[in-house]
């Protein structure tokens, strides 16, 4: 199944649009009309003559081609009494020690050999698809996370739409939200453990060379393994006074008689600079940076409610100033707008768009989002906020609001101090990303990344028609209206063999953030998701 583009950034101010589609990047002039400039795609990934990516494993080898001698069309299981046809013939000798292995050592050998069948196609949690997308003020860095290999990568911008990748660093824990510090100079970058990490935006060369050179290691004796090992690998944090069950005793024990016997191997720290700066002690699915008074700060929300606002200051990141207290469900998308820097947007599983007055932690006024998610999809009780973005258009600052599997985006106009529903955008399917770009001449247009899957049963049916695109642009008329532009020219589509469901997995995470193990007793309702039908 062909993949649609499922993440947009803006490089700096200029018209170039970099979007991500399946495990590749792109990049669009959408100044004077939509181009296509370059590409880039993951080094794991090799493109064959159907424009389809193959996965690799970690030495570079196809996953199809490891049992080159017995190709997938081959690979077939045979009941006791089958005879091998015409076509298996050839391969008889590779799988005769097999077979007589079989017979000898009758059925329990017959079951073992089948759980030890190879998988011919890689699953979805195997592909490195692009998950997060950033870029420097200036537009001349990208940022970007494939979620498979918990990899970032950091490209340089030419400003013509080229990219050059400088570096790739594999972090400890897969990044659910990242972010570029107010200097420009770090990357933020936040985890589901509830880690904030900060790295150089370019590394070091000594440290890209102490990475990419393997040191050489003396091969340990066996007598001097158990003592090396026992005196480097960390004890346990538990000891014997502080369990308090027989069966954690027991767990203790085994630990300590492993470390004992030198089979504790001591975990390997990446070997790039990357400082922890402040934790939760939830999972972390939002990260934004702001300023006020000349001094940046780092707000970030987690999966149990919380905004925290810290000082950007990276000594001093950890310094907590306060709170944004007052969602009822997980948070997932936070913004602060650039025209109005003393206020944060936030939303997640709530059924309300909050508006806050970061600074002091108060929370100014709320905008219904699930009302008008109803007059979309009408039998859905609860949204799942995906992404908040804000512009600025005739001295006025609107928030743009993406909604996951609700076929619709939510323009606000910001006033004073509330949040005012201004349009609703109807498109041809659930919106993944957007992004807000300066046409020439100063006039913006509004890149919408979309599902290819066919919404149905809508009141504009004859604008849900099933396409190949994926991603429209929309501008302005004279009312400030959004209206639809034209579409963006597709490229080689990747077919990575995904099935409907295992795109979904990949395309919608967050839904899954919600505790419904808790709220679907508290409010007996089901999301978007379960009203319609994919």
């Known amino acids: 199944m062909s993949v649609p583009f499922q993440c947009l950034c803006r490089l700096g101010q200029s018209s170039i649009l970099s979007a991500a589609k399946g495990t590749s990047i792109h990049t669009f002039d959408l100044g004077s ?10 080094p794991l990934t090799k493109q064959d003559g159907t424009s389809n990516p193959q996965p690799t494993s970690q030495d570079g080898r196809d996953l199809n081609e490891q049992d080159s001698e017995q190709p997938p069309s ?9 005879k091998p046809n015409e076509e298996g013939k050839a391969n008889q000798d590779e799988t005769g020690a097999v077979k007589e292995a079989e ?20 699953r979805p949690a195997e592909l490195p698809f692009v998950i997060l997308l950033t870029a420097t003020e200036d537009g001349s860095h990208l940022v ?3 979620g498979q290999d918990k990899t970032l990568w950091v490209f340089e911008h030419d400003g013509s739409g080229g990219l050059k990748e400088l570096s790739h660093r594999v972090m400890p824990k897969r990044p659910s939200s990242i972010s570029i510090s107010a200097d420009g100079k770090n ?14 935006l370019i590394p070091p060369a000594s440290t890209e060379a102490a990475a990419d050179t393997p040191t050489p290691t003396p091969t340990p004796t066996p007598s001097s393994v158990s003592a090396t090992t026992a005196t480097s690998a960390s004890k346990p944090a538990a000891s014997r006074f502080t369990v308090h069950s027989k ?5 203790l024990e085994e630990q300590e008689r492993m470390i004992a016997n030198g089979k504790v191997v001591p975990k390997e720290n990446p070997k790039f600079e990357h400082e922890p700066v402040l934790g939760h002690v939830s999972m972390l699915t939002a990260l934004a940076t702001a300023g006020s008074d000349g001094r940046p700060y780092i707000i970030t929300g987690d999966r149990d409610e919380h905004i925290r606002v810290s000082r950007g200051a990276l000594p001093q990141a950890h310094v907590v100033e306060n709170f944004c207290l007052g969602h009822g469900s997980f948070l997932n998308a936070l913004c ?3 025209s109005r820097p003393e206020i944060l947007l936030s939303g997640g599983g709530d059924d309300e768009l909050f508006l806050w007055d970061w600074k002091a932690g108060r929370l100014i006024d709320k905008a219904d989002v699930l009302g008008h998610a109803k007059r979309v999809v009408l039998d859905t009780s609860r949204v799942a906020v995906s992404h908040i973005y804000s512009y600025g258009a005739e001295g006025h600052c609107y928030v743009v609001v993406i909604c996951e599997l609700v076929p619709a985006i939510f323009i606000f106009q910001l006033q004073q101090d509330t949040l005012e529903h201004v349009q609703t955008l109807d498109l041809a399917s659930y919106p993944l990303d957007a992004a807000i770009v300066a046409k020439t001449g100063g006039s913006l247009r509004l890149a919408v990344a979309v599902d290819s899957l066919k919404y149905p049963g809508t009141e504009a049916e004859e604008q849900r028609q099933v396409t190949t695109q994926s991603l429209f642009l929309f501008e302005r008329d004279e009312s400030g209206q959004w209206v639809r532009a034209e579409s963006v020219p597709d490229v080689a589509s990747e077919d990575l063999g995904l099935t409907r469901e295992e795109l979904d997995t990949i395309l919608y995470p967050v839904e899954k ?21 994919l």
């Open 33 to 42: 009309g939509p181009l296509h400039l370059s590409s880039w795609a993951h």
């Open 74 to 82: 081959k690979k077939r299981r045979l009941n006791p009494d089958e």
């Open 187 to 200: 990357i933020l970058s936040a985890d589901k453990f509830g880690d904030v990490y900060a790295l150089p």
């Open 336 to 338: 602060v707008p650039a």
């Open 247 to 251: 069966r954690n005793l027991r767990a």
């Open 144 to 146: 970007a996370v494939t």
């Open 513 to 533: 953030l919600r505790k419904t193990e808790f709220e679907d007793d508290a409010e007996g309702g089901g999301s978007a998701r379960d009203s319609v039908a």
């Open 103 to 122: 017979d000898a050592n009758g059925k329990k050998k017959k079951k073992k050999e089948k759980k030890q069948k190879p998988e011919s196609r890689a």
